[in-house]
């Protein structure tokens, strides 16, 4: 029984990320953003609950990418679309546009299907993860709904959200070698840039709540880059 244990909570990530793209085509981002985050939590868990028990399967990691395509490549694609439809220029320069929101869905795709062949991410990652991506995106009706407004007409751009959507696809399929947040042991000098960035990150959502997000991603890259620059 023990060996079906993750399989079930890889399967909570699917069926979040189902409810997630039925709250998205029904225009509600905020609780479709917050069924990323939930979506995302099952995902840590399964893989960490399989490595407890020892459970490794090659099903499980097969399962685990197709729901990962649902919750963290369809789902995302879905509330990028919607953010087009909100935006008010967006007739004005192309009645398609929109559907370059499912250039993220493509992407993910691709990026699972690589990660599942791809021998060099077993304590690394080779572009950003699934997860990382769709929180990404999942931060931007976040910070509508906080209703600032200082951001919004950024956000609502349907040129932003274009090119917001073919950046982000671009961050998936990158050949860039990035932290993972397996810890092998929690030495500080063989975590220290992992300890950095899971310090900064519980800082900057303290004081900046959702809009952290995006600078997390960043801070996210740049470390990676500056550990894997030094390994060389």
């Known amino acids: 029984m023990k060996k079906h244990i993750p399989n079930a909570i890889t399967c909570l990530n699917l069926f979040s990320g189902c409810i997630g793209v039925t709250f998205a085509f029904s225009n509600d981002l905020t609780l479709a953003a917050y069924f990323i985050v939930i979506a995302a939590l099952f995902d840590f868990v399964d893989g960490l609950i ?9 099903m499980g990691k097969e399962l685990d990418s197709l729901a990962d395509m649902i919750s963290f490549g ?24 929109k559907f370059s929101a499912f250039f993220i869905a493509m992407f993910s795709a691709l990026r699972l299907a690589k990660f599942n062949i791809d021998p060099r991410q077993g304590d690394h990652f080779i572009g950003l993860p699934t997860p990382a ?13 906080a209703g600032s407004g200082a951001l919004d007409a950024y956000i609502l751009n349907p040129f932003f ?9 671009f961050l998936l399929v990158m050949e860039v070698p990035l932290i ?27 004081l900046l709540q959702f ?3 995006p600078i997390i991603i960043f801070i996210y890259i740049v470390l990676s880059i500056i550990q894997f620059t030094r390994l060389r």
Do not use: C, D, W
């Open 133 to 145: 991506n769709a929180l990404l995106v999942g931060s931007l009706p976040m910070i509508i709904a």
């Open 50 to 58: 399989a490595r407890a028990l020892h459970v490794y399967s090659p």
């Open 211 to 213: 809009v952290a997000i």
């Open 74 to 97: 369809l789902l995302p694609a879905a509330i990028v679309y919607q953010l087009f439809l909100q935006a008010p220029q967006v007739g004005e320069m192309s009645e398609y546009l």
């Open 180 to 206: 993972s947040l397996k810890f092998k042991n929690f030495g500080l000098e063989e975590n220290l840039f992992r300890y950095i960035l899971l310090g900064s990150s519980v800082l900057l959502i303290l």
């Open 161 to 169: 959200l274009f090119v917001f959507s073919i950046g982000t696809g």
